[in-house]
Structure formats: structure tokens, C-alpha cells
């Protein structure tokens, strides 16, 4: 539990199935059935959501992606690295540490999952300064950009939402990494060769707290 000001504590965890339509229902996806893919995802492996809670109010979400995971992006396969995803704060609870609490947690689980970077998207317009600057507080560099990312958001019903942005790419080594993996080898969807760990286990990849 990290304090938060004002006698608030926050608790960072995985999303549990348990958790869910409270989550979905204080900070709702661009479609109903989007977090209860991405605790499919976690359970295989090859994602991590996390939730910070205060007490049982959903204050905050962010997603690591690991190697294998079909939203493992190009700039992380280049890193070689897992990335942030979908980094996102309530609005009532911003700028109290919770990002950065979300950070921290999703760099213990890089590192728990044998990694020893972590990556991650930010956009370069004005909008994004604030997340560049937390990001570069919590000691995230310049790795490749710029670059266009863009995407498509499935939603309920109609069609498709695009979503694009000009973004750089960030990374930061992770001393102290808990354990060694045996890596194994395995092929993208393209068919190119990459490395994911032995450990078993669509969203925008430039990432600011909203």
C-alpha cells in the first residue's frame, strides 16, 4: 500500500476476474469484452493488467506486454524489450502518484518475468508533456523516433475507431533483475525470429496518465 496524500492509500494488483465489472464499470474500455481479453492474455503469460485501487475505487490502469503477445509492438521488438501499455489515470485521482505507482509495478513485474528493460510509447505533441516529463523523472530514455503509431479500436457497436499519433520510443534498464529465464525461441506473426521467456504466465502504445 503507498499513501497517496490526504490519508488515501493506493494498492497496485493484477486485474482478477473477481475485479472486473467493478473495473470495467468506473473505467470503462472501448468495448465490453476488452479487459476480460487481456486477463486471458495474463493468464497465458503474455500480458500483466494492473489496477490501482484505493480501497475499492479503480483509480488507475496499465498494461505490460510481453514478447508474443499480438500486441507486442514494432518499436518493442526492435528494443528487444516488454512494453507499457494503456497507462491511464482517473481523472480525480491524477497527479497523486498514482502513475508512478503504476510504473513501479509494472517494472517489478518486468523484472519478475526475467527481464531487465522495459519499454514504452510516448507522443510528442504538447499534450503528452506532462507523461514525458514523469517518464523521464522515473529515469525512461530516448531509444528510437519519431515515429506514427496507429491503431484501431474495436468497439461495440459501428464501426471501428481509428487512432494515431506522432510518438518517440523510451526505455529503461532495470538493475537487480529477481531471477534468470531460460529464453526460448519462437516466431512472430510475420514469421520473424525473436526471443520470449520460459515463464508461463489493442491498445495505444503511446502512453500518457490520463
Known amino acids: ?3 497517496v496524500g490526504k490519508g488515501d492509500l493506493v ?3 493484477r486485474l482478477a476476474p473477481a475485479d472486473l465489472g467493478a473495473f470495467q464499470a468506473a473505467m470503462p474500455a472501448w468495448n ?3 479487459y476480460a481479453g487481456r486477463i486471458g492474455f495474463q493468464e497465458r503469460g503474455l500480458a500483466v493488467q494492473l489496477v490501482a485501487w484505493v480501497g475499492t475505487q479503480p483509480a488507475g490502469r496499465a498494461m505490460v506486454v510481453f514478447l508474443g503477445h499480438p500486441e507486442w509492438s514494432p518499436s518493442a521488438y526492435r528494443e528487444g524489450c516488454p512494453e507499457v501499455r494503456d497507462l491511464g489515470v482517473a481523472p480525480a485521482w491524477r497527479r497523486r502518484g498514482i502513475a508512478t505507482a503504476l510504473v513501479a509495478a509494472a517494472e517489478r513485474e518486468t523484472r519478475s518475468a ?3 528493460r522495459l519499454g514504452l510509447g510516448v507522443g510528442m505533441d504538447d499534450d ?3 507523461a514525458r516529463s514523469l517518464y523521464e523523472r522515473l529515469g525512461y530514455v530516448f531509444a528510437h523516433g519519431p515515429f506514427v503509431q496507429a491503431a484501431r479500436l474495436e468497439t461495440d457497436d ?3 475507431l481509428p487512432v494515431a499519433g506522432v510518438c518517440t520510443y523510451l526505455v529503461k534498464e532495470l538493475p537487480e533483475c529477481c531471477h ?3 529464453p526460448r525461441r519462437f516466431s512472430d506473426p510475420a514469421g520473424t525470429a525473436a526471443w520470449r521467456t520460459g515463464r508461463s504466465s489493442a491498445s495505444r502504445s503511446c502512453t500518457r496518465p490520463r
Open 128 to 130: 503528452y508533456a506532462a
Open 32 to 34: 465490453a469484452h476488452e
Open 11 to 13: 494498492e497496485v494488483r
Open 1 to 3: 500500500m503507498i499513501p
Open 180 to 182: 534468470t529465464v531460460s
Open 114 to 116: 526475467g527481464f531487465a
Open 158 to 160: 459501428g464501426p471501428a
